[in-house]
């Protein structure tokens, strides 16, 4: 073999050593993230604990502080990536959008979140209802102004007559409240339909009530 084949050679396994290495990183990663996000909803910020995070994932805790140094930067990881996935998910809406199709969107998108990922929104919703103090900077900054861009758009349309809606803030809180409770307190809505948990039928059965409920009060139904 020449010296430029075993080069090419040496180069090809040291690639693909980085590239398993890189695959590991990431599955360890995830499988974390997965664990942390039970272990803060069941025990809050509080009572979590790395060794509990590290058994629920089924690795060792060192692998757990080797990925992310401490459980109060996990934590911060695990929220910064449920609002990564909830911002991903939203639809784009400017004055020339048609607002029905917004709005459903909209609804429809955060009652898939809901019903896919309920722990999200619980821990969410825990960390809100302890003041937020992780996500203070967050709340009066990204999440401020991405709710400030939407009513501002929506206060355009109301202007040009195309919803009935006159505070779109209300309208915002009102999307969030109908949608997220349905993870937030899953275990009390399920009992409610006499039930141990959600099947596939009550993502659409919701979807059917609140969309026409809502496009009503929007003017658009």
Known sequence: ?????????????????????????AQNQAVILT??????????YRGATMQGI????????????????SKTNLYKVVLRAIIQEWNDGLVTMTVDSDPRTVIEKFVRTKL???????????????E???GAPHLHDFMSTAMKDWALDKTQVMKIWHEQ?????????QLLILIWATT????????????????SAYDETDEARAADFLIPFILRGCGLE
């Open 1 to 25: 073999m020449t010296q430029i084949s075993k080069a090419k050679a040496s180069s090809a396994s040291e690639s693909v050593v980085h590239r398993n290495q890189h695959d590991i990183r």
């Open 35 to 44: 664990a942390a996000e039970e272990e803060f909803v069941l025990k809050s």
């Open 54 to 69: 590290a058994d629920r994932a089924g690795l060792p805790k060192a692998n757990v502080h080797y990925y992310f140094k």
């Open 112 to 126: 898939h979140q809901a019903f896919a990922n309920p722990n999200r929104h619980k821990l969410f919703a825990l």
């Open 128 to 130: 809100v209802i302890g």
């Open 161 to 169: 007559g195309k919803i009935a809606i006159a505070d779109p803030l």
């Open 180 to 195: 997220q409770r349905y993870a937030e307190f899953e275990t009390e809505i399920v009992g409610l339909m006499q039930k």
